[in-house]
T-cell receptor, first 115, second 114 residues
Framework: DTGVSQDPRHKITKRGQNVTFRCDPI?????LYWYRQTLGQGPEFLTY????????KSRLLSDRFSAERPKGSFSTLEIQRTEQGDSAMYLC?????????????FGPGTRLTVL | GNSVTQMEGPVTLSEEAFLTINCTYT??????LFWYVQYPGEGLQLLLK?????DKGSNKGFEATYRKETTSFHLEKGSVQVSDSAVYFC?????????????FGQGTTLQVKP
């Protein structure tokens, strides 16, 4: 078990461009979460998957954001037409409904900078 | 929904000093409570947890007791080290108990000087 991995670790893009991030959860975990963390703040929930189904989305997730988890394994988070306000750390976490659903394990994050 | 409030930082201590970081919460029922730590440039790591009232979570010399009377989960360590310098987040589940999504405090930065 190598833990939760995220790719890329850093992304710099120009305003208006699209970006996509990937998260690979712990292999036996069926639940996957995306959070966003801005400077000096705690993470804020964006969306949650159980297996391949996206079961909840935050109001923070505007129409420009889309997340997928095909086949219930890795997940991608895409941001279209990026804005400077999208600059943040995007964190992925996973957990197992067979143990404790609220005990989440986090990846290292993807830091997005929108110029 | 549930909420959590942490003491504001930064907290600056000398090595071997005693640490307390306050955390209070409001919640429906008695959810699990967590402390996460974030080292510079890294993601969050679970530091400790408590799953019911009066439980004491502990790890790496850190402790926190789930106090339902005062709705608190303060983090303590008897003797901090330079390597403890990081940002600490108090967290609990919010929303439906089936999702497991967490709500976090704003974080408290700890800086330990040699």
């Amino acid at each position: 078990d190598t833990g939760v991995s995220q790719d890329p670790r850093h992304k710099i893009t120009k305003r208006g461009q699209n970006v996509t991030f990937r998260c690979d959860p712990i292999s036996e975990h069926n639940r996957l979460y995306w959070y966003r963390q801005t400077l000096g703040q705690g993470p804020e929930f964006l969306t949650y998957f159980q297996n391949e189904a996206q079961l909840e989305k935050s109001r923070l997730l505007s129409d420009r954001f889309s997340a997928e988890r095909p086949k219930g394994s890795f997940s991608t988070l895409e941001i279209q037409r990026t804005e400077q306000g999208d600059s943040a750390m995007y964190l992925c976490a996973s957990s197992s409904s067979k143990t404790r659903v609220d005990e989440q394990f986090f990846g290292p994050g993807t830091r997005l900078t929108v110029l | 929904g549930n909420s959590v409030t942490q003491m504001e930082g930064p907290v600056t201590l000398s090595e071997e000093a005693f640490l307390t970081i306050n955390c209070t919460y409001t919640a429906t029922g008695y959810p699990s409570l967590f402390w996460y730590v974030q080292y510079p440039g890294e993601g969050l790591q679970l530091l400790l947890k408590a799953t019911k009232a009066d439980d004491k979570g502990s790890n790496k010399g850190f402790e926190a007791t789930y106090r339902k009377e005062t709705t608190s989960f303060h983090l303590e360590k008897g003797s901090v080290q330079v390597s403890d310098s990081a940002v600490y987040f108090c967290a609990l589940p919010t929303g439906s108990s089936n999702t497991g999504k967490l709500i976090f405090g704003q974080g408290t930065t700890l800086q330990v000087k040699p």
